[in-house]
T-cell receptor, first 112, second 113 residues
Framework: NAGVTQTPKFRVLKTGQSMTLLCAQD?????MYWYRQDPGMGLRLIHYSVGEGTTAKGEVPDGYNVSRLKKQNFLLGLESAAPSQTSVYFCASSYGKWETQYFGPGTRLLVL | AQTVTQSQPEMSVQEAETVTLSCTYDTSENNYYLFWYKQPPSRQMILVIR??????QNATENRFSVNFQKAAKSFSLKISDSQLGDTAMYFCAFTTFWGKLQFGAGTQVVVTP
């Protein structure tokens, strides 16, 4: 049981490049989330999903897109990376909206 | 707006001593859940303790306990018998009706020998 995994662990992008971050969970959770963490701040919600095929915007969705084609996977895309998107990205999942969220190890992204 | 405030950016405690982290929050919801997560240098977010707002009894988890004051919207964390492995950033958070976790800015706890 791996829990929540994230790929890649670290990535450097140039401004304008695109990339996709992959989150996978093997706990059969319905809810999945993408957060970003910046220095001196807690985590902020980017997008979330309440089930396969559904997505919704969180607190800071601009510049990101997501897809949940399979229940166990939640993808976060950056179409045209900007330096302001330099951050650590965390994926999380939970059984239901009231339940504890379990986090992946994070992806550190540097946009030059 | 729903917010979480952690007023202590950093706290230092000696091994075996007790430290209390403060957290206040603001929400108009009546039903919600409160959490403390720790983030050690490995960066992994780890659940420390969870409290249902409708329960008056304070949650405990081994050396970790909370003081939940719903009317005051306060949710402090007490770490007893501190250990070196408790060194981490601690985040207070709450989740409301549609499951969004709102985090505070965090308190860095440093446990010294």
């Amino acid at each position: 049981n791996a829990g929540v995994t994230q790929t890649p662990k670290f990535r450097v992008l140039k401004t304008g490049q695109s990339m996709t971050l992959l989150c996978a969970q093997d706990m059969n959770h319905e809810y999945m989330y993408w957060y970003r963490q910046d220095p001196g701040m807690g985590l902020r919600l980017i997008h979330y999903s309440v089930g396969e095929g559904t997505t919704a915007k969180g607190e800071v969705p601009d510049g990101y897109n997501v897809s949940r084609l399979k229940k166990q996977n939640f993808l976060l895309g950056l179409e045209s990376a900007a330096p302001s998107q330099t951050s650590v990205y965390f994926c999380a999942s939970s059984y239901g909206k009231w339940e504890t969220q379990y986090f992946g190890p994070g992806t550190r992204l540097l946009v030059l | 707006a729903q917010t979480v405030t952690q007023s202590q950016p950093e706290m230092s405690v000696q091994e075996a001593e007790t430290v209390t982290l403060s957290c206040t929050y603001d929400t108009s919801e009546n039903n919600y859940y409160l959490f403390w997560y720790k983030q050690p240098p490995s960066r992994q977010m780890i659940l420390v303790i969870r409290q249902e707002a409708y329960k008056q009894q304070n949650a405990t988890e081994n050396r970790f306990s909370v003081n939940f004051q719903k009317a005051a919207k306060s949710f402090s964390l007490k770490i007893s018998d501190s250990q070196l492995g408790d060194t981490a950033m601690y985040f207070c958070a709450f989740t409301t009706f549609w499951g969004k976790l709102q985090f505070g800015a965090g308190t860095q706890v440093v446990v010294t020998p």
